[in-house]
């Protein structure tokens, strides 16, 4: 059994959903604290051959909340998802994939009052569009760990779902080590993504932009291939 645990995001990139793909059950970490200013409730799509950021309003936001704790500022939310909506019809309308995709973001922008609610509905919506099939669990139901270290609390997840793998984002070589996973009979592996290039409509290539920019240029069939672009260290 191979699991994955990670922060919900709002349409992240296509690592994301790489490792989601690569584990037979996803946790979303989802009474961590929320990281303020980080990539939980925004993303870059292109707009006009340049990245363009586009941000979630939230109410009263604090790194001292969790992230299942987060509201949406329902005040502002519909103002904004009319613009963002907008947005994406004016930048991506002759996409090749636009007609498919557009549905399937406005799903994924029904009204929530709480942030991690429409974080999990989008990522779910997004798998099942691909076809990601992996069991996706929350960590605020069911494991009740939070009084262990970050470690320990991964290791927790990894025994209650019996998983003997564990695979983190290459960028979490800096804070797990290898050795004491293997300890407790979990090997720990990191995942890195390859270069991923398609066609867009700009002259030059603009990565590492939010899925949405992926699902509007490539096939269903272009993206399953682009979902095993990775390697595993």
């Not at 059994?1 to 059950?25: H, R």
């Not at 790194?63 to 509201?71: D, H, L, M, R, T």
């Not at 797990?176 to 700009?202: G, R, W």
Request: aromatic content about 12%; charged content about 20%; glycine content about 4%.
């Amino acid at each position: 059994m191979t699991i994955a645990v990670m922060q919900p995001y709002f349409m992240p990139y296509i690592g994301y959903f790489q490792l989601i793909n690569a584990v037979d059950q996803f946790v979303i970490y989802d009474d961590v604290n929320y990281i303020k200013g980080g990539w939980i409730n925004r993303n870059n799509i292109l707009v006009n051959g340049k990245k363009n950021l586009f941000t979630i309003p939230l109410s009263n936001a604090s790194s001292f909340k969790q992230i299942n704790e987060i509201e949406i500022n329902t005040g502002q939310y519909n103002k904004w998802r009319l613009k963002f909506l907008k947005t994406l019809t004016q930048s991506y309308s002759k996409a090749p994939y636009f007609n498919d995709v557009y549905p399937i973001i406005e799903i994924s922008l029904k009204e929530e009052k709480m942030l991690h609610s429409l974080l999990v509905n989008s990522i779910q919506e997004i798998c099942n569009f691909i076809g990601i099939d992996t069991f996706i669990h929350n960590s605020s139901v069911g494991f009740h760990n939070k009084n262990l270290n970050r470690e320990d609390r991964l290791i927790n997840i990894c025994n209650r779902l019996k998983a003997n793998t564990y695979i983190n984002t290459i960028g979490g070589q800096e804070l797990y080590d290898k050795d004491y996973f293997a300890k407790q009979n979990i090997a720990l592996k990191f995942i890195k993504t390859d270069t991923v290039v398609y066609e867009q409509n700009s002259s030059e290539f603009v990565p590492s932009l939010s899925i949405i920019d992926v699902l509007m240029f490539n096939s269903r069939d272009q993206i399953q291939l682009m979902l095993n672009r990775y390697t595993l260290q």
